[in-house]
Antibody, heavy 117, light 111 residues
Framework: EVQLVESGGGLVQPGGSLRLSCATSGFTFSSHWMHWARQAPGKGLEWVANIKQDGSEKYYVDSVKGRFTISRDNAKKSLYLQMNSLRGEDTAVYYC??????????WGQGTLVTVSS | QSALTQPASVSGSPGQSITISCTGT?????????VSWYQQHPGKAPKLMIYEVSNRPSGVSNRFSGSKSGNTASLTISGLQAEDEADYYC???????????FGGGTKLTVL
């Protein structure tokens, strides 16, 4: 069974930093693109970033470019999202997502990030 | 404003069929068959229901079907059941930045 478990969310002040982690199991992590997506309270889904199997390609939504960094550790079967210079509009549930070949096949339960003073 | 346009809400009675539309452009929905649909119940993570326009993952009911015409994709749910009440989101690969876009979501109410 595919499992994706996010951690690292919490309350942070504007301008602060957080590092999200996603521990995976039940599939060959190193064979899949991986994504982060987010959902602001009461709002729709937004794709945030993705990373190729070997980490050689990374893409971001414009609103987080230069502030967020996606990374992975294939030996630890883990995905990460380093978030710096956080803003109020970054408040959301962040989901770790396994790519299924042109779709978002499996989603974690999410971790809530709240940016507020 | 979301990149893909969905109706905010749809409703139907048990046993009826409903269709949710997802309109994009030739740079996303119209340009690729990488359209997928997701179901999200309150407080839960999204679940993949349809991929590559019309394919169902294993375990998804055949009451769910997808199609595409031009720049508009559609999700049809037949034989509505109470458990289908949820939010539904479409997504597409896009030629521009960002490479992945979602619709704004549609709330399905089963009357």
């Amino acid at each position: 069974e595919v499992q994706l478990v996010e951690s690292g969310g919490g309350l942070v002040q504007p301008g602060g930093s957080l590092r999200l982690s996603c521990a995976t199991s039940g599939f060959t992590f190193s064979s899949h693109w991986m994504h982060w997506a987010r959902q602001a309270p009461g709002k729709g889904l937004e794709w945030v970033a993705n990373i190729k199997q070997d980490g050689s390609e990374k893409y971001y939504v414009d609103s987080v470019k230069g502030r967020f960094t996606i990374s992975r550790d294939n030996a630890k079967k883990s995905l990460y999202l380093q978030m710096n210079s956080l803003r109020g509009e970054d408040t959301a549930v962040y989901y770790c997502v396994r790519d299924g070949g042109w779709c978002f096949e499996n989603w974690g339960q999410g971790t809530l990030v709240t940016v507020s003073s | 404003q979301s990149a893909l346009t969905q109706p905010a809400s749809v409703s139907g009675s048990p046993g009826q069929s409903i269709t949710i539309s997802c309109t994009g452009t030739s740079s996303d929905v119209g340009g690729y068959n990488h359209v997928s649909w997701y179901q999200q119940h309150p407080g839960k993570a999204p679940k993949l229901m349809i991929y590559e326009v019309s394919n169902r993952p294993s375990g998804v009911s055949n009451r769910f079907s997808g199609s595409k015409s031009g720049n508009t994709a559609s999700l049809t749910i037949s034989g509505l059941q109470a458990e289908d009440e949820a939010d539904y989101y479409c997504s597409s690969y896009a030629r521009s930045s960002p490479p992945w876009v979602f619709g704004g979501g549609t709330k399905l109410t089963v009357l």
